[in-house]
């Protein structure tokens, strides 16, 4: 399973890179928002800023919401660097662009979706990723996790190439259960993928192997 960072902010795109098992990014509006980046130039640097440090792809997602609109942005984003991936919003409009983009060999994310029929439509289209959002159904009493079986399932029975990005993903047990159901890439922020670093066995259990090796060496 892939992971990606979910974020907009360099030094923690930067640490999960460091680490050595981060396999990609995905911004939004609001992330770049959180970040007070705005304006089409501090945008666009941002973006390259963002491919400067990782090498895997990179969700820049399309304001516009008129088909020749998104292909306008989506072409000068692809242009930016080729790990690009034009973030295209589940509407009509987003479907056809996204049949445009496949077709110019150009990678997309279909993002905000909520149900098992857009991530068909999206697959359909020819998106390279589809982005169910697991922790926003949860927010609701809906079951996100039950979203991504759906897709699988279907994805395989039909052996779609579009990869599911389980999006929304929030904590290390959303994590785990995307590697259960067999979610393709998760997501998450910094602080999710870190949580998985944790059990407090491990630290009782260096604490002593420390303090034996001390007593042994007789420091
Ligand atoms: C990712 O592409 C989505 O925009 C993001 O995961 C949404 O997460 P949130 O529901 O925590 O805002």
């Known amino acids: 399973m892939k992971f990606f960072i979910d974020t907009a902010n360099l030094a923690e795109i930067k640490e999960a890179y460091d680490l050595g098992v981060l396999d990609g990014v995905t911004t939004n509006p609001s992330l770049m928002a959180k ?3 705005s304006g089409q130039e501090n945008v666009i640097n941002h973006y390259k800023a963002i491919c400067d440090i990782v090498d895997g792809d990179i969700s820049a997602e399309v304001i516009a919401t008129d088909y020749e609109g998104m292909i306008a942005e989506g072409l000068a984003l692809a242009a930016l660097h080729p790990n690009i991936v034009v973030k295209i919003p589940m509407i009509k409009d987003g479907i056809k662009a996204i049949k445009y983009f496949s077709g110019k060999g150009i990678k997309t994310n279909c993002t905000l979706i909520f149900s098992a029929g857009q991530a068909l439509l999206a697959a359909k289209a020819g998106a390279t990723y589809v982005s169910p959002f697991v922790g926003r159904l ?67 259990g260096l604490a002593k192997f420390l303090a034996d090796h001390k007593k042994s060496a007789g420091l």
């Open 35 to 37: 970040e007070n980046i």
């Open 138 to 204: 949860d927010d609701i009493s809906m079951d996100g996790m039950k979203l991504i079986e759906q897709i699988r399932l279907i994805f395989d029975n039909y052996g779609f190439e579009t990869e599911i990005l389980a999006a929304s993903v929030r904590n290390p047990i959303h994590i785990l259960k995307c590697a259960e159901v067999g979610s393709d890439v998760i997501t998450a922020p910094l602080s999710a993928i870190l949580a998985l670093l944790n059990h407090p066995l491990t630290d009782s």
